[in-house]
């Protein structure tokens, strides 16, 4: 298959990390607003043609998927003129800036009988898809309830409260957390289905340009409740998924290898805490251990997800088969997403 | 004369726009829309554009009649591709504008980062090979965004028959940046110096702000790339001792050979560490090069073109920036 991006930032240097290891993925073509920027990444990646011109490169190339991983205002018009071009589409979270646009573009897909996918990368980490084993085995029970928090410093030089160049994400409601968002809801949604209802709180603790940097969200969903944050203030870095089940309790640093697991034992009650205890001792010195030799191997890293997600997409898609991240979870996920975003102006 | 100054108010800008101002040149100064530039002191003559070239909508009026655009903005911090955007992306979007004026003067700041450290062998000057392809892919964030800024400047320059001055500084040191990365590698109290007796391209930030300004009203800088360093450089082990009287920080200075490190370096990667390039640079082996490789270093096309030498000696450098600390030397 031939891929092609649009888009040849730092979330596309990702992508192509993932795709030049894919068999039978071909990457015909980039292209990039800033020519520099396109021509580095052609001359980096072995990439035969770069273009500034989407529309051009769409023509000339005729990719058979494309990803658009431009800031997240742009990626309607791009997505359109992809599936109009007649290529699949695997679009970077968050998919269009509206659920409206979202509903358009699965539309046309849907008559040009095209793809359309999002790239919810932690759905797919190995320590999600592991707790997602231990809920479908029954070790962990039904489902009660899921936490995802994620921890994240936005105020460094460079970064989205970089007073000087405004973050082309702060156009999104919400602001910078907002690009942040489908990774909490596409987590919420992997665990308890879709929401039935949410509320959220979004609020702002420190001066800066950032419309928001704190959220905290409840969502009911089909399977069970949630509740979703995000906190640019606490410290330090981390995202974490916890998921309840009736029988027992996972725990993940999704940005680390650690993984844990409370679970009821046979045995008198007084011991479990202890053996618990024990267990997860023993899986966060692993861990510690994991997270800091996996910095001294190529490949992925925190990024396995992504990796997994993308070899499943091409592989369904050259098969013909249902996609890792079929349309419809694309939509339940927004739908979700849609239902937490501020409506109010903010602070 | 009047001069353009992107980076003003940075480490190199200052002392670029105080050179300028010295040698009777006007100077407008692009800043970024929060810098303070009260606390920098400059007189009233120095007048200020206020932009970031990541993002500015509208450049092409900073260069209302400029003579002259000395160009140093550059990220020095962030990961390759927020370096890249910056630097590179910057300089498209700044080159771009300035196509539109009658601007045609452009003296840039490059680096030695853009040499190719792994091939040179004996003295480094301006016919030694630029990190290229591969080679290039492989060095860090800053190395790659100077040698793709100085790529894009000189296809612009040929495109719209620019007269461009490439001055490419070695290790810039003042005040508050005594510490170089060419020093080793700081454990602690333990400075792990890689071959005490190698020579560091030095070059003091008034010396080679003195060289910017020239460069940029001299005709016969016009063409020309110059590598800019005060002279062969101090010896590591010696502009270490001296950084450490002068800051009165505490530290020992632990020596090891260069070749034992730099071997040591070579084999973990080519084993043990599986020629990952996501390691931090010192292991990876073209990076080391790139910090510590033992060469020499020569001033001579500045000296034959211009006639530059240096303004101050190493022993007034000290005093620049350390104070009178250093009595022995001042």
């Given at each position: 298959m031939r891929a092609a991006l649009i888009g040849a930032g730092q979330i596309a240097r990702l992508h192509l990390n993932c795709l030049k290891t894919l068999p039978g993925v071909q990457i015909a073509a980039v292209c990039d607003l800033s020519p520099a920027v396109a021509e580095s990444v052609a001359e980096r990646y072995g990439i035969p043609a770069w273009f500034t011109d989407h529309l051009a490169m769409l023509r000339e190339v005729k990719p058979d998927v494309v990803h658009v991983t431009t800031p997240p205002t742009s990626h309607f018009r791009l997505a359109m003129d992809a599936l109009q071009a007649g290529a699949h589409v695997l679009v970077e979270k968050p998919a269009t800036a509206t659920l409206a646009e979202l509903e358009q573009l699965v539309r046309y897909a849907g008559e040009r009988q095209l793809s359309i996918t999002e790239d919810y990368n932690y759905v797919f980490n190995h320590a999600t898809r592991e707790i997602a084993r231990w809920v479908d085995t029954g070790r962990l029970g039904a489902v009660v309830h899921v936490e995802v928090m994620m921890v994240l410093n936005l105020f460094g030089p460079g970064g989205f409260a970089d007073p000087n160049a405004g973050h082309a994400a702060l156009r999104l409601a919400g602001g910078a957390l907002a690009d942040f968002l489908p990774h909490l809801t596409s987590l919420a949604h992997r665990f308890i289905g879709a929401h039935r209802r949410a509320h959220a709180i979004w609020t702002k603790r420190r001066a800066s340009i950032l419309p928001y940097d704190e959220l905290h969200a409840v969502v009911e969903g089909e399977r069970g409740t949630a509740t979703l944050g995000f906190s640019s203030t606490a410290q330090p870095d981390a995202l974490w998924l916890r998921v309840f089940g009736e029988c027992a309790q996972a725990s993940t640093n999704l940005w680390e290898t650690r993984l844990t697991l409370e679970r009821l034992r046979d045995g008198p009650k007084p011991l479990q805490p202890l053996l618990n205890g024990l267990e997860e001792g023993r899986a966060v010195r692993r861990a510690a251990i994991g997270t800091l030799m996996r910095k001294f191997k190529p490949g992925p890293g925190a990024y396995d997800g992504m990796w997994h997600l993308l070899g499943a997409t091409y592989d369904a898609l050259a098969r013909s088969t249902p996609l890792p991240v079929p349309v419809e979870q694309v939509l339940a996920v927004n739908r979700m997403t849609e239902a937490i975003k501020p409506v109010e102006a903010a602070p | 004369m009047k001069a353009l100054v992107t980076g003003a108010n940075g480490f190199l800008g200052q002392s670029v726009v105080a050179a300028l101002l010295a040698q009777g040149h006007s100077v407008r100064a692009f800043v970024r829309p929060t810098t303070d530039v009260q606390k920098i002191g400059w007189p009233d003559s120095v007048e200020i554009v206020r932009g970031?070239?990541?993002?500015?909508?509208?450049?092409?009026?900073?260069?209302?009649?400029?003579?002259?655009l000395v160009h140093l903005a550059a990220a020095v911090t962030g990961g390759d591709e927020a370096q890249f955007a910056s630097t590179v992306t910057g300089t498209e979007r700044l080159l771009t504008a300035m196509a539109e004026t009658a601007c045609r003067r452009i003296v840039l700041a490059s680096s030695f980062s853009v040499y190719d450290w792994s091939v040179i062998r004996g003295t480094l000057d301006e016919r030694s090979p630029l990190a290229t392809g591969a080679a290039l892919y492989r060095r860090d964030g800053y190395a790659i965004a100077k040698a793709w800024q100085e790529r894009i400047t000189r296809r612009f320059a040929a495109q719209h028959g620019w007269d461009l001055t490439v001055l490419r500084p070695g290790y810039i040191w003042g005040r508050d940046h005594g510490y170089l990365g060419g020093l080793g590698q700081r454990v602690g109290r333990l400075h792990i110096v890689v071959g005490p007796f190698s020579h560091l391209p030095l070059t003091h930030v008034d010396n080679c702000a003195d060289l910017f300004a020239r460069a940029a009203s001299d005709p016969r800088a016009v063409g020309q790339t110059i590598n800019v360093v005060d002279g062969p450089g101090e010896r590591i082990w010696g502009y270490l001792g001296d950084h450490l009287k002068g800051t009165g920080e505490r530290g020992t200075r632990v020596p090891v050979p260069y070749f034992v490190a730099f071997n040591i370096v070579r084999l973990a990667f080519a084993t043990i560490l599986k020629r990952n390039e996501k390691l931090p640079g010192l292991l990876i082996p073209c990076r080391f090069e790139a910090r510590m490789k033992p060469l020499r270093f020569t001033n001579h096309r500045a000296q034959e073109l211009l006639g530059w030498h240096p303004p101050y000696s190493y022993a007034e450098c000290l005093r620049r920036t350390y104070g009178s600390q250093l009595t022995e030397h001042g």
């Open positions: - | 970031d070239l990541r993002s500015a909508r509208e450049l092409a009026s900073a260069f209302a009649g400029v003579d002259v």
